[in-house]
């Protein structure tokens, strides 16, 4: 595949894929379906860092996919805390009911903070430098989803945690409920072990060092065959953006909280909703979309070439 098709066949799926899983997670109010589709969120940003094809980028990328991973697995082990605790991960049903979970509760709020892209963790660097490598253009778009997706971990916390904002109206048979997930314990536990709270701990703590140790970055790089220019760093204009994401985030956070207990989602959010049943059939159906879109993109620079 020649290079230029290769660029405009990753970059236009990774902005889709960024934009659709950013959408998406705003939408849900199953804890664990929220967080996965801001999984596929970045991994659209992962994708249209690779796609720019130049080397600062894909080692950001490296970077930002390390930080990522400790973030996203931090944020779904408190996940489980909640539902052996509570027996639930709907966002609704548990609106106030974990005030007594304070360490759990932070971890939360930082795990927001560093998906947003807040200095000085990894997914922050990482972001920074693939802004920087990809223009104004690519900036926007990581700003932009980095803030919804952080945002809606927010969200979570300020109902679930704080009880903020007054309790969403119960929608029954709402496909992203969460009241059907099995605990992963016997019954549900009255304690939460500090080794459950540990692992989180130290899963954010992996992502902090990520964005702080000198030379990791490029020793990233070089584990997936690319060396960058120059070592990741921290420049202002990163640092800014990064503040700007996680800034936007929480201001979105907060104006969801605020909302009317009895507010209906976007019209044009619904036929996104709908596409995304979570029957495996369907998914199957999209995978194959997607890999016939990839092969349009590419095919008529193969043609030319």
């Known amino acids: 595949m020649p290079a230029p098709d290769a660029e405009r066949a990753l970059v236009v799926l990774g902005t889709l894929t960024a934009l659709v899983g950013a959408v998406m997670c705003w939408q849900q109010r199953h804890i664990k379906r929220f967080l996965a589709f801001s999984t596929v969120a970045h991994t659209g940003l992962f994708l249209v860092g690779i796609g720019l094809l130049k080397p600062e980028a894909t080692g950001g990328v490296a970077l930002y996919a390390l930080g990522h991973a400790g973030v996203k697995a931090a944020l779904f082990a408190c996940t489980g805390i909640l539902l052996d605790r509570y027996g639930s ?22 795990g927001a903070a560093a998906l947003a892209g807040l200095p000085p963790f990894g997914t922050g660097l990482g972001k920074s430098v693939t802004e920087e490598a990809g223009g104004v253009g690519f900036a926007v778009l990581f700003v932009a989803v980095s803030a919804v997706t952080g945002g809606a971990v927010l969200r979570v916390a300020a109902r679930v945690f704080f009880g903020l904002g007054p309790r969403p109206l119960d929608e029954r048979g709402c496909e992203t ?11 549900w536990i009255g304690r939460v072990p500090a080794t459950m709270v540990a692992v989180p701990a130290l899963l954010l703590a992996g992502s902090l060092t990520a964005g702080m140790v000198p030379g ?67 998914y199957v159906a999209w995978l194959l979309m997607g890999t016939a879109l990839l092969g349009a993109l590419a095919l008529p620079g193969v043609l030319t070439g």
């Open 89 to 110: 991960v709907d966002e609704h049903e548990l609106h106030g009911r974990a005030r007594e979970l304070r360490a759990v509760a932070v971890l939360y709020v930082v």
């Open 177 to 187: 409920e969460g009241e059907d997930e099995e605990p992963e314990t016997q019954g």
């Open 216 to 282: 990791l970055g490029t020793a990233v790089g070089r584990a997936f065959g690319v060396e960058p220019d120059h070592m990741p760093q921290w420049t202002p204009l990163g640092a800014l953006l990064g503040l700007a994401s996680a800034a936007l985030g929480a201001g979105l956070s907060a104006a969801s909280v605020r909302a009317p207990a009895h507010r209906e989602p976007r019209p044009w959010t619904e036929p996104l909703r709908r596409l995304h049943s979570g029957h495996i059939g369907d």
